[in-house]
């Protein structure tokens, strides 16, 4: 299935994670990463977001944050358009620096996140960046060493993510890191970082379990959380999107955007529709229908509709 219209809202946990592109480094050295963390600062504050975990690798980023008022997708676009101008004029390049789409999973808090903490602020240890705990404790671009202490980071939340293990410091310290050695033998990957059902509940085994005995429960790609959670947040995201646009609004939206589309490139609406395979139609078509699935949250088979072609169709333009 393709990826869905990002869910958010004010106050919303999510993990993001951003990769360079075609798997290449985003930071070349440490003067990089400090103009990284330098721009987080500074939009945290500004945007009202609060961040709980970061860490820093070299070809990608891993972030805990809830987002502002302003929304997780205008924080993003602000702090990875900013950095990448930064990057390509310091190493006199041009092109894109990130892959288009950063991934950003809406999580379960109550469930998730200490395992999150964890799962993130153990990245630079399980790539062999730092080799120990205690290492780990002195690597400055990761929140691991503001929780111990190592060093003042005033945007990222430490109190917050501490008194998940305890009321006072000490033992809340002890006890994290008891966590995180406990956290290094398990490997999470799949089930924070996974999709739908096999994240939300520990991996394929458990899934089959659960429909062998008759068991149903929903999950998203884009949510990390039990069923119950993955309902809540997309009646949520539902009823916020109708709260926006009716259905005449939306309508009229993809009809002004099919028109704008076809006449850049000199073609009709009925051309569009038509089926026909000359170029450049499949491309617009393809275009058309990945603005109104990601972007507008359209669904697939009233995006098929518009376009003229079927809803297996549209999936296969999205995943391509």
């Given at each position: 299935m393709p990826r869905g219209a990002r869910l958010d809202a004010p106050g919303t946990l999510h993990h993001a994670i951003v990769r360079g592109i075609e798997r290449g480094a985003i930071f070349q050295d440490d003067r990089d990463r400090a103009e990284f963390v330098r721009r987080l600062k500074d939009l945290?504050?500004?945007?009202?977001?609060?961040?709980?975990?970061?860490?820093?690798?070299?070809n990608h980023v891993h972030l805990l944050l809830k987002?502002?008022?302003?929304?997780?997708s205008t924080f993003m676009r602000r702090l990875l358009s900013g950095y990448a101008q930064?990057?390509?004029r310091r190493h006199q390049r041009v092109g894109h620096l990130f892959q288009n789409r950063y991934r950003s999973i809406i999580c379960e808090e109550e469930t998730y996140f200490t395992q999150l903490l964890a799962y993130i602020h153990l990245n630079p240890l399980r790539a062999g960046i730092v080799s120990s705990l205690e290492g780990l404790a002195s690597y400055p671009w990761g929140g691991h060493s503001v929780l111990m202490g190592r060093q003042v980071c005033d945007w990222l939340d430490r109190d917050?993510?501490?008194?998940?293990?305890?009321?006072?410091?000490?033992?809340?310290?002890n006890e994290y890191l008891k966590f995180l050695a406990s956290e290094m033998k398990i490997d999470r990957e799949q089930e924070l970082t996974g999709g739908g059902l096999v994240r939300s509940h520990g991996g394929w085994s458990n899934v089959l379990s659960m429909r062998k005995q008759g068991l149903k429960e929903l999950g998203d790609e884009r949510i990390l959380g039990s069923g119950e959670f993955?309902?809540?947040?997309?009646?949520?995201?539902?009823?916020?999107?109708?709260?926006?646009?009716?259905?005449?609004?939306?309508?009229?939206?993809?009809?002004?955007?099919?028109?704008?589309?076809?006449?850049?490139?000199?073609?009709?609406?009925?051309m569009l529709r038509s089926g026909g395979r000359r170029s450049p139609l499949p491309e617009l078509r393809k275009e058309i229908a990945r603005k109104f699935v990601e972007e507008s949250g359209v669904s697939l088979a009233e995006t098929a509709r518009q376009i003229g072609v079927t809803t297996s169709a549209v999936c296969a333009m999205l995943r391509r």
């Amino acid at each position: 299935m393709p990826r869905g219209a990002r869910l958010d809202a004010p106050g919303t946990l999510h993990h993001a994670i951003v990769r360079g592109i075609e798997r290449g480094a985003i930071f070349q050295d440490d003067r990089d990463r400090a103009e990284f963390v330098r721009r987080l600062k500074d939009l945290a504050k500004v945007t009202g977001t609060s961040f709980y975990a970061f860490a820093l690798m070299t070809n990608h980023v891993h972030l805990l944050l809830k987002s502002g008022a302003t929304g997780l997708s205008t924080f993003m676009r602000r702090l990875l358009s900013g950095y990448a101008q930064y990057y390509n004029r310091r190493h006199q390049r041009v092109g894109h620096l990130f892959q288009n789409r950063y991934r950003s999973i809406i999580c379960e808090e109550e469930t998730y996140f200490t395992q999150l903490l964890a799962y993130i602020h153990l990245n630079p240890l399980r790539a062999g960046i730092v080799s120990s705990l205690e290492g780990l404790a002195s690597y400055p671009w990761g929140g691991h060493s503001v929780l111990m202490g190592r060093q003042v980071c005033d945007w990222l939340d430490r109190d917050y993510s501490l008194q998940f293990f305890g009321s006072r410091e000490g033992s809340a310290k002890n006890e994290y890191l008891k966590f995180l050695a406990s956290e290094m033998k398990i490997d999470r990957e799949q089930e924070l970082t996974g999709g739908g059902l096999v994240r939300s509940h520990g991996g394929w085994s458990n899934v089959l379990s659960m429909r062998k005995q008759g068991l149903k429960e929903l999950g998203d790609e884009r949510i990390l959380g039990s069923g119950e959670f993955v309902q809540s947040i997309l009646d949520q995201a539902e009823n916020s999107f109708k709260r926006q646009m009716s259905g005449s609004e939306r309508i009229e939206m993809m009809r002004k955007e099919i028109e704008t589309v076809c006449q850049r490139s000199g073609c009709t609406a009925e051309m569009l529709r038509s089926g026909g395979r000359r170029s450049p139609l499949p491309e617009l078509r393809k275009e058309i229908a990945r603005k109104f699935v990601e972007e507008s949250g359209v669904s697939l088979a009233e995006t098929a509709r518009q376009i003229g072609v079927t809803t297996s169709a549209v999936c296969a333009m999205l995943r391509r």
